[in-house]
């Protein structure tokens, strides 16, 4: 009931005239301004919108550097693997997949004015300490996707891990794609981390010995 999404919004030229209604609002210019926005949202409270614009565009006096520095962070991101063979349209193709692998999952977890990480939970509308993340289907990133991350953001793959673990009714609500009891997924009030974990055990064992990869 109290799930709120505040945006703040900052421009570099005067508004000289604005109009309200129930649902919106839209603001006046000088004819012929050229007018740069910022914007920034938050799930816990305006205040921290606009705390976020400060953390992550208050030094950017344009667009222009926002885009610079947007492209020297996937560059050094996707710079972890450097990969060497093959065509130069192979090579397109991995980094094009690796891109695309490191869009998610998406923080939902915002930081306050002491550098702390906390979050707004959708499950009850109360502010917890710590990450949260969303975006994330869950099915079969949990066998490719998260051996990647691992390997390439250790640290940020371990927020999300425990992530999962202090959220325990997502967790059962998509462990689902660790094993086959259905239920796991609809009665989340029933759900064991152990049985689920043991179940993607035996799962992951039975394909072994189906493959005669173990006995």
Request: one cysteine or more; charged letters at 25%; glycine letters at 8%.
């Amino acid at each position: 009931d109290n799930f709120k999404n505040y945006i703040f919004i900052r421009f570099d030229r005067p508004i000289i005239a604005f109009r309200q209604w129930p649902n919106g609002v839209s603001v006046q210019f000088a004819s012929g301004s050229k007018v740069q926005v910022k914007a920034a949202s938050s799930y816990i409270s305006l205040k921290q919108a606009e705390q976020t614009m400060k953390q992550e565009l208050g030094n950017d006096k344009s667009i222009e550097q926002t885009i610079r520095r947007g492209r020297q962070t996937w560059n050094t991101l996707l710079g972890r693997l450097l990969v060497e063979g093959g065509t130069v349209e192979q090579r397109r193709t991995f980094y094009s997949c690796l891109f695309r692998a490191s869009l998610f999952s998406r923080k939902f977890y915002e930081i306050d004015t002491d550098g702390r990480p906390y979050y707004y939970s959708p499950y009850d509308g109360k502010i917890y300490k710590g990450y949260m993340f969303t975006d994330n289907g869950f099915w079969d990133t949990f066998r490719a996707l998260f051996p990647l991350t691992c390997l390439l953001h250790p640290t940020q793959q371990g927020r999300y891990i425990k992530a999962l673990l202090d959220a325990p009714v997502w967790l059962a609500a998509l462990m689902v794609a660790a094993g086959r009891d259905r239920r796991y997924g609809r009665q989340p009030r029933h759900f064991s981390h152990c049985r689920c974990l043991g179940q993607g055990y035996q799962d992951s064992v039975s394909r072994l010995r189906a493959q005669g990869l173990c006995s």
